[in-house]
């Protein structure tokens, strides 16, 4: 199993939809996660963290956790072309204290 | 704060020579990542730095690989006798200690690295 699981995608939306990512993890003991969204060729960005059940919300984005379920999503209200890319999602591994990315998930936004 | 920066942006090399990574951090920052991304994947951890201590270095990693972060500020990472399967995007992230909700990981733009 790997430590960090998400659909490999591509997600195809249509512009102004709703863009539904999500991601399992392994390790019960992660507290902090992170959402990363990285443009094709470049860094990946910071877009959102969440260390407690529930939902939070930040302009266009919701992230969402179950720590119960090892599950944790984002969601991309009202979808623009330029959020078009690879979104990763990154428990923080307490073991030793370092982030796990997943694969990530190809996001595309159709104009 | 000016970002983490990497140096060079890009190199290619011919199989069976060293290279040499440069990664700023930003200043205050008190931790330092290695990471590996291929086409596809999201970044692989290879090792981190707290200050100029090496606290843990992927059991993944070959023995060609090394990291040194001497005073705690600027690291280098060097890859000895390249291999094709060496080329990637190298990556650098800094940040406050531990990872926190409100302390992420800031990456720098990378090194690309190709192996003729």
């Known amino acids: 199993q790997k430590e960090v699981e998400q659909n490999s995608g591509p997600l195809s939306v249509p512009e102004g939809a709703i863009a539904s990512l999500n991601c399992t993890y392994s390790d019960r003991g992660s507290q902090s996660f992170f959402w990363y969204r990285q443009y094709s060729g470049k860094s990946p960005e910071l877009i959102m963290s969440?260390?407690?059940?529930g939902d939070k919300e930040d302009g266009r984005f919701t992230a969402q956790l179950n720590k119960a379920s090892q599950y944790v999503s984002l969601l991309i209200r009202d979808s623009q072309p330029s959020d078009s890319a690879t979104y990763l999602c990154a428990p923080e591994y307490t073991g030793g204290f370092k982030t796990i990315f997943g694969a990530g998930t190809r996001l595309f936004v159709k104009a | 704060d000016t970002g983490v920066s990497q140096d060079p942006r890009h190199k290619i090399t011919k199989r069976g020579q060293n290279v040499t990574f440069r990664c700023d951090p930003i200043s205050e920052h008190n931790r330092l990542y290695w990471y590996r991304q291929t086409l596809g994947q999201g970044p692989e951890f290879l090792t981190y730095f707290q200050n100029e201590a090496q606290l843990e270095k992927s059991r993944l990693l070959s023995d060609r690989f090394s990291a040194e972060r001497p005073k705690g500020s600027f690291s280098t990472l060097e890859i000895q006798r390249t291999e094709q399967g060496d080329s990637a995007m190298y990556l650098c992230?800094?940040?406050?200690?531990?990872?926190?909700?409100?302390?992420?990981?800031?990456f720098g733009d990378g090194t690309r690295l190709s192996i003729l």
């Open positions: 992230a800094s940040s406050l200690a531990p990872p926190g909700p409100d302390q992420p990981q800031h």
């Open positions: 969440i260390y407690s059940n």
